[in-house]
């Protein structure tokens, strides 16, 4: 599943089509695994849990693309009830250009792989949820596209994380840790017995 989600061509393997394949897994899977996508509204309604703050790193990175962003979130309840979970936040760029801070062109069409953190997610939850195990499992999926245009961020700029901690983006191909910071603060709130962290770290092919 997860090689079959990498080899998807960027135009297909969009951050909607994530939420989609998540939202069919949880179909698949009722008894035990329930499904939660933050589309872009929600992402800029304020947290009560954390002091009203917004997911404003995740959106920073979002900005160039015509491709709306999504948080995902798979709970899978096989554990007992008030055992910690362990959380697997997966980083989830469907396609990187590396923003204004764009990528050389040589085997960029690569950078469709830079998902592969959330492809893993999907496929340990949906292997987790086949074998019945007897844990509480979560996965946290922030996914965007990064690309460059008129309202796409830019080096300089100054934006505040979801826990309050403000970040200066000095290159805007430095994606990843902006939607995972925010998605593993979000994690916080499930009190997590462990929080595995999968991420792709691709480069710029220098």
Known sequence: M????????????????????????????????????????????????FNNRTFDALLAVS??????????????????????????????????????????????????????????????????????LPLNVVGIIPAVENLPSGSAMKPGDVITSLSGQTIEILNTDAEGRLILCDALTYAERYKPDVVIDIATLTGAFR
């Open 2 to 49: 997860a090689k079959d989600l990498g080899n998807l061509p960027g135009n297909h393997c969009t951050p909607s089509l994530l939420a989609k394949r998540a939202q069919k897994l949880c179909d698949d899977h009722k008894e035990k695994l329930s499904c939660q996508i933050l589309t872009e509204i929600h992402l800029n309604e304020p947290q009560k849990e």
């Open 63 to 132: 900005k160039g693309s015509e491709q709306p962003p999504r948080l995902i979130i798979l709970e899978y309840s096989g554990g007992k009830k008030n055992a910690a979970p362990i959380v697997l936040v997966g980083k989830g760029v469907t396609f990187d250009s590396g923003g204004i801070s764009l990528k050389p062109p040589n085997k960029m069409d690569e950078m469709k792989f830079d998902m592969m953190g959330a492809a893993a997610v999907l496929g340990t939850i949906s292997a987790t949820a086949e074998l019945q």
